[in-house]
């Protein structure tokens, strides 16, 4: 081999194994950490894409949730018209950095979307989030429209027993849900299950069936592949839309967990209040859709 | 340039002039353009009439360079920029297209009508309603024409494209929903336009000349202009043709005289002539002293008609004439910006292009609920939507200062009608479930949650409340709402919300507290 084609191959070799162990796939043991696999990953003091690099290293890689040609869906909380530095929805950045990993790990589309409370067109631009979607690769879908929306069974509901849930999530291989933590005037705290009322449509009819309730019996649906909680930004009080920046304080964290429930309770500790005071943790652990007992858990806590 | 190119000239700009506005009014992104709209607005006789009288600037004084250029060149404005002449002459065509020509032929004046509508119109503008510009007011009904009818199309066609593109994964067409369809008022802008129609096809410009009334008070103008259509007396062989391609109905081809009040100056005439006999020029010095302007009888019949109906109005004005915002409790809630009742039905002329822009659809048009002398004027209709906290598009929009330009600022403080909860029907006090969708989707946390028997309950503070409707539109109670805006009939300051501390930042620790 002449030296020239040498350092051809070599640099073409490194190449190769640096694409490959970024997407955590073929080198995954190298990348991972000991004590691995976590049940829950939580992060500090770190910006938003850099706090969800670090978890996902400690998560084995996006490789571990999305296989190559699969369908993503990533629902962030885009439902209200604010920049994002009111917090009132999920932080663009992260959004992008989630949309990355997967393409990087092979997704074939990565689709994010909401149901928005205001105007969705506002929603999307505003909220920074459909550009970062766009510059990273991904599609924004618009979250609109009824005809969009399919009935499906809740076979382990309680209370509701039926409702119409967006076509992405039935169709999608994998679901990545990603709530920013935030105060919330009628639920206390929005996170994790909260953050599905944006894929769903007849919110009017949860409001006035028991609320409560329905967010924990929906919660058996369809379980997300990951849960990505934003907390970097967040709303302590007038949530979950916030009147101006006082509302908002720096946090700089992010957990990362399969579990709902576990999320929503390590959030709930991160925001300082008591789980035990949210009824919908309670009712969505009765149900079985997670752990309350992060004791019971192996998390990896990771200070930047 | 042969006189004969007159007449494409006027067809290009005329056409331009309403691909604009049929543009501002239907394009598909609600929030761009309103730009253009100025561009659009500022030559529309009527909106820039209205906003100099609610405005009273000089960024709105477009109706009097139109009223210095009719005195100049006569009744351009109505071959050139009424996007309503343009629709007709459009109808026209396309009538002529399926149907062989219909020739057109000289048309008596009908001054008494003529200046009776224009009179009227002027003296119920005058007792404060608007109900007669806003039938009548070409722009509008143009509005009116391409927000009920000609959007619907725009949207089926977009819905369409929309569904190809989306089944294979394409989402940059968008479905976009038309929740402000009112019948009654699809109905009734349909009858005008039918109207219109049969106006357009049998009598040529007829509406224009003895029902509008910028038509008419433009022909006031235009009875002796600088520049006119001229027929050479020498020349003319009587051949008619001239008169046969007037759809004004101006040219009395037997005396050779052209009405000058009703000629529109569409040029149709100059290459319709066989023997190149028909100029446009300014009035030449020696004129043939055979040839008498036509015996305008025009202003001495408005001012007969205007002293009969003043005479009647004194008398009975009051009486037939109630007052639009007489109880306000009844009457819809208006946008910010209109100041209130009696302002925004003064000043709106229902246009629709506000409806037609409105990001959220809450502004939709009323049928009868502002009195038959509002008839049509947008209202904001909280069932069918909420007014977005930082969204002033329609007083950016609005082209004759019914809404004023407000900024985000300025909005964030107008009250235009304020909340008003009854506990006895709310899901939280009726079925001890939590609910909370009016806090929730409150802007300024005029509706704020206490705590209420393990649960958490809605509570007002009416002096932050903006009035946007959000509460009203999310509340899930069934049939009625629990919660619900009451409307103010001359709008109110509201409070900023209070500035609170600002949280202690959480400072960079290691901790974690789990």
Known sequence: MKRRDFLKFSLASWLLAGTAAYTGKLFAAGVMDNDAPFDLVAVKNGEPGAMFDAAMKAMGGMGNFVNKGQTVVVKPNIGWDAPPERAANTNPALVKRIVEHCIRAGAKTVYVFDNTCDNWINCYRNSGIEKAVKDAGGKMVPGNTEANYQEVTIAQGKTLKKTKVHELILESDVFINVPILKNHSAAQLTISMKNLMGIIWDRYYWHRTNLNQCIADFATYRKPDLNVVDAYRVIMKRGPKGVSMEDVSMMKSLIVTKDMVAADTAATKLFGKEPDKLSVLRLAAELGVGKMGLEQLNIKRIAL | MSQARLRIVRIVISLLILALVAFVFISPAPSAYHHLRKGVSFFQFVPSLLSFVSLISWTTIGFIIILLLTVLFGRAYCSFLCPLGT???????????????????????????????????????????????????????????????????????NNGLAQVLQSWDIYSVYLVSWKTFIPAVFLVTLGFFLMILLFSIFRGRDYCNTVCPVGTLLGLFSIRPVYKIRIDHGGCTGCRLCELACKAGCIDSEKKEIDYSRCIVCFDCIPACSGKSITFSSVPARENPEIKTFPSTGRRDFLKGMTVLGLGLVVESCKIL?????????????????????????????????????????????FFEYGWSGMLIPKMDYMRSFCNYECVICSEVCPTGAIRKITTDEKKQIQIGKVWLRKKPCI????????????????????????????FAPEVDPSICVGCGACQYVCPTIPDKAIMVVPHAIHRQAQLPANEEIPDEVLPSDEFPF
């Open chain 2, 428 to 455: 939280v006090y009726d079925q001890k479930t939590d609910c909370g969708a009016c806090s929730e989707h409150c802007p300024t946390k005029a509706v704020y949650m206490v705590p209420y028997h393990g649960l």
């Open chain 2, 87 to 157: 629709i007709q002459d459009v109808l026209v065509f396309i009538k002529r297209k399926v149907k062989r020509k219909k020739k057109y032929r000289y048309l008596r004046p009908l001054p008494l009508l003529r200046y009776t509508v224009l009179g009227l119109t002027i003296l119920i503008f005058l007792f404060g309603s608007n109900l007669l510009v806003e039938m009548l007011d070409p722009f509008s009904l143009s509005g009116r024409f391409l927000s009920q009818l000609a959007r619907p199309v725009f949207i089926f066609i």
């Open chain 2, 322 to 366: 109630p007052a639009t915002a007489a109880s306000s409790e009844e009457k819809p809630i208006t946008p910010p910006g209109s100041l209130g009742l009696d302002h925004f039905t003064q000043y709106c002329t229902a246009c629709q292009l506000c409806v037609s822009r409105c990001p959220t659809q809450v502004l939709t048009p009323s």
